[in-house]
């Protein structure tokens, strides 16, 4: 099998689908901005995970198609609300919906987005798994609301611990690629063995995919990450190389820095590369990088009980250049 070639067909099958499915109809103010979004590009990398654990269940992965729409909808809603939430203005290299039209359209395109994305997860009504669908799905839209508030709540949190990290990531980005590779495995009738270990390596990945956001928030080159790096440290965000790095300094001037970025929920332009120095000096780059491959060979240490097709070796293969992603 060739790989490329394989990974190409499955990201030109989402394309077209996503093009065929997302809806044209009135109000354009309402129809435009979802459009806007869901035809602005991204990686797909969750509807394509969704159609990998139908493929490694079933060899077959066309009968997940209306799930990994469904599942690519609902996570460009999370990215519309949260980018008002952060007073983003770029997404993709391109304007966020917030500034492009207004909040009230953007809250609106969010909302529809869910109706539509339900409606698709539907379709899938007669499969003999579909109350387990259904949860997880549900299930998901409800965690990611709830890593979103932890996120937000880390704000006006000065002792956010790893542990509480850990938690709002699993929530906020894992378990939305967890619940992929889980609802195609479901579609694909997967056995019990399988299942567990589609949401295992799901899990994981997801919990090394955020950690590597956060690193690469700051080493990434800025025109392939599509927005400014360090802008974690201008929001104020809790990275985990900022949790690590207030465990960890211990010369005063740093710890008056650290408890600087806390106080002031963030750091000014300028300021960024002082924070950058102060992690390059207590290895925290490293241990975050530690961190990360942890989660990935938990993840690589489930492929043994996948059964050997072509869809569990490309599952591999994105894994493995999600492991080395630059942006």
């Known amino acids: 099998m060739n790989i490329s070639l394989k990974y190409q067909d499955l990201l030109n099958f989402v394309e077209k689908n996503i093009s065929d499915l997302v809806p044209e109809c009135e109000p354009k103010s309402l129809y435009e901005p979802f459009k806007y979004v869901m035809l602005g590009g991204g990686k797909r990398i969750r509807p394509i995970l969704n159609l990998l654990?139908?493929?490694?269940?079933?060899?077959?992965?066309?009968?997940?198609?209306?799930?990994?729409?469904?599942?690519?909808?609902?996570?460009?809603?999370?990215?519309?609300?949260?980018?008002?939430?952060?007073?983003?203005?770029?997404?993709?290299?391109?304007?966020?919906v917030h500034k492009k039209w207004n909040n009230a359209i953007a809250i609106l395109t969010g909302d529809v987005m869910i109706g539509y994305a339900y409606n698709l997860l539907n379709k899938h009504n007669n499969h003999r798994n579909f109350n387990q669908i259904l949860k997880l799905f549900t299930n998901e839209i409800i965690e990611v609301c709830e890593g979103q508030i932890l996120d937000m709540d880390f704000n006006y949190n000065k002792n956010v611990t790893l542990d509480d990290y850990i938690n709002m990531i699993d929530k906020k980005t894992a378990r939305l690629i967890e619940t992929s590779l889980s609802i195609g495995g479901l579609i694909g009738n997967c056995s019990q063995i399988e299942y567990n270990a589609l949401k295992n390596i799901g899990k994981n990945v997801g919990l090394a995919f955020q950690i590597q956001d956060d690193i690469l928030d700051m080493v990434a080159n800025e025109t392939e990450l599509g927005k400014k790096i360090g802008n974690d440290l201008l929001e104020g965000k809790k990275t985990i190389l900022v949790?690590?790095?207030?465990?960890?300094?211990?010369?005063?001037?740093?710890?008056?820095?650290?408890?600087?970025?806390?106080?002031?929920?963030?750091?000014?332009?300028?300021?960024?590369?002082?924070?950058?120095?102060?992690?390059?000096?207590?290895?925290i780059y490293d241990f975050a990088i530690d961190k990360m491959n942890k989660y990935f060979n938990?993840?690589?240490?489930?492929?043994?009980?996948?059964?050997?097709?072509?869809?569990?070796?490309?599952?591999?293969d994105i894994i493995s250049k999600l492991k080395n992603r630059k942006y």
């Open 53 to 96: 654990g139908c493929g490694i269940a079933s060899n077959d992965h066309n009968e997940a198609i209306y799930s990994a729409v469904a599942i690519e909808i609902l996570h460009n809603f999370t990215l519309v609300h949260d980018d008002i939430m952060d007073n983003s203005n770029f997404r993709r290299n391109k304007p966020t």
């Open 243 to 283: 949790i690590k790095a207030k465990e960890t300094v211990s010369e005063n001037a740093d710890k008056e820095f650290i408890e600087y970025y806390f106080n002031n929920n963030g750091l000014k332009d300028d300021e960024i590369k002082i924070m950058d120095a102060i992690f390059k000096k207590y290895n």
């Open 298 to 316: 938990n993840a690589e240490d489930n492929y043994k009980y996948l059964k050997d097709n072509e869809y569990k070796e490309l599952l591999i």
